[in-house]
């Protein structure tokens, strides 16, 4: 077991597009954290969709311009809309050419005074371990973490990545290959498939979806990396991240009742991390659960996928 100081602290990427509100909560929330003055944050302003989103994003452009409360702040703002995929992708790839590291938050995400220090340790504790893809802030309640809590161990890992408050180093994220289309591993690889599966049987819908042009998420293609490498995800026992964003104005989320967690209260600053261990196969199983959903789905998208690819 070690304990690492949250030292050489990682910058945070920020994304936000229209909903002024969940911005402010999200960054009132993140300058609470105790590392906040040392931390500099890269704020990425995503352009309207169309006419009816412009006063919107003007709003929070005026708000994202006058934050303070970090060690530095550096505003972004995009001409056009990129939408999230490119923008995340894009925005981590600009800060991670001066940094080594960095950690992503979107602007739905409310975080615990505790969630930079926790994320920042983790980040120095498995950088030289590349088995491991990703450092999660969020994390599902599972049942069986209530024994790790009594316990003290501050983390787990899981086969698949959050995309709701996570970190990164950059040798691991310039691996990953974004233009994924056609890819004649998938699905006809079962061993590729049962791994990806390992972090939900909706990935496999997701990924289909992604290939066939349905949906366009920078997410599904992380953890389908993820899976083909063998790579796992560190998480908290007690999540330090929680989504406020499931309301009307939501562009990809829009049930939440799987996410739903406690928000650590934040006192605890140092955290343990055993770095060696193994994806723990009951808290494997209760995380899959959260995302399975029924065959008849998945089949559905994997004939889509095999109409336009064929056989």
């Not at 409360?69 to 925005?91: P, R």
């Not at 050419?97 to 005074?113: A, G, R």
């Amino acid at each position: 077991m070690i304990c690492k100081s949250a030292t050489d602290l990682a910058p945070v990427v920020f994304f936000c597009y229209k909903r002024l509100d969940e911005t402010q909560r999200a960054i009132e929330s993140l300058a609470a954290n105790y590392l906040a003055k040392q931390t500099s944050i890269y704020i990425f302003s995503d352009g309207p969709k169309s006419s009816s989103d412009e006063d919107k994003v003007v709003q929070v452009r005026k708000y994202i311009r006058q934050i303070s409360g970090f060690k530095n702040v550096l505003v972004e703002e995009a001409e056009s809309n990129k939408g999230l995929a490119a923008s995340v992708i894009q925005g981590v790839d600009k800060v991670l050419v001066k940094y080594n590291k960095v950690i992503v938050l979107e602007d739905d995400l409310i975080t615990s005074p505790n969630f930079l220090d926790f994320m920042n340790q983790a980040l120095n504790a498995y950088q030289d371990n590349t088995n491991v893809l990703s450092v999660s802030g969020f994390s599902l309640s599972l049942p069986g973490l209530s024994k790790r809590y009594e316990e003290g161990i501050d983390a787990y890992l899981g086969y698949r990545a959050s995309s709701w408050g996570w970190g990164t180093w950059a040798d691991r994220w310039r691996d990953v290959d974004w233009d994924i289309t056609y890819n004649s591993e998938f699905p006809l690889s079962p061993g590729l498939r049962r791994r990806l599966e390992l972090g939900g049987s909706d990935l496999v819908k997701m990924l289909s979806n992604q290939l066939t042009g349905r949906i366009d998420s920078w997410a599904v293609r992380f953890c389908y990396h993820q899976a083909k490498r063998n790579q796992t995800t560190v998480f908290p026992t007690r999540s330090k991240v929680v989504s406020i964003g499931f309301d009307a104005n939501a562009t990809h989320t829009t049930n939440g009742w799987r996410f739903r967690t406690s928000l650590d209260a934040g006192g605890q600053r140092d955290f343990s991390f055993h770095t060696a261990d193994q994806v723990e196969d009951k808290l494997a199983r209760e995380f899959r659960g959260k995302f399975s959903i029924p065959v008849r789905i998945i089949d559905k998208a994997l004939r889509a996928y095999s109409k336009k690819f064929g056989p």
